[in-house]
């Protein structure tokens, strides 16, 4: 069972910067498309960034585009978001997703993903709040 567990939210100020870290287990032999969603209290899920299993595609939501950077390190495991320029309606919670079932491409599992749970394994979450 993948196993998927974030780290490095917290508050900061509007302008600020946080590095969200995703470290995976529970597998072998397979890299996974992954990405991180976010949702607010009141809204829906969003899909915020994903990378491809190689890292060479990535995909952002247009609202993060030149302020947010999605990575990955194979070798451990493990997905970066680095979050630059944070507004407050970055604020949420972030989870860390790991692609489940066949997609033709990243958007459309992120498109998947956003409107049904089943399409990945997820993290628990970490809190991004961002003040004024």
């Known amino acids: 069972q993948v196993q998927l567990v974030e780290s490095g939210g917290g508050s900061v100020q509007a302008g600020g910067s946080l590095r969200l870290s995703c470290s995976a287990s529970?597998?072998?032999?397979?890299?996974?498309?992954m990405g991180w969603f976010r949702q607010a209290p009141g809204n829906e899920r969003e899909g915020v960034a994903a990378?491809?299993?190689?890292?060479?595609?990535?995909y952002y939501t247009d609202s993060v585009k030149g302020r947010f950077t999605i990575s990955r390190e194979n070798a451990k495991n493990t997905i970066y978001l680095e979050m630059n320029s944070l507004k407050p309606e970055d604020t949420a919670m972030y989870y860390c997703?790991?692609?489940?079932?066949?997609?033709?491409?990243?958007?459309?599992?992120?498109?998947?993903?956003?409107?049904?749970?089943?399409?990945?394994?997820w993290g628990q979450g970490t809190r991004v709040t961002v003040s004024s």
């Open positions: 997703a790991a692609n489940k079932g066949t997609f033709l491409n990243t958007p459309q599992w992120v498109s998947a993903a956003t409107k049904n749970s089943n399409a990945a394994y």
């Open positions: 529970g597998y072998t032999g397979i890299t996974y498309r």
């Open positions: 990378i491809s299993p190689g890292g060479d595609t990535t």
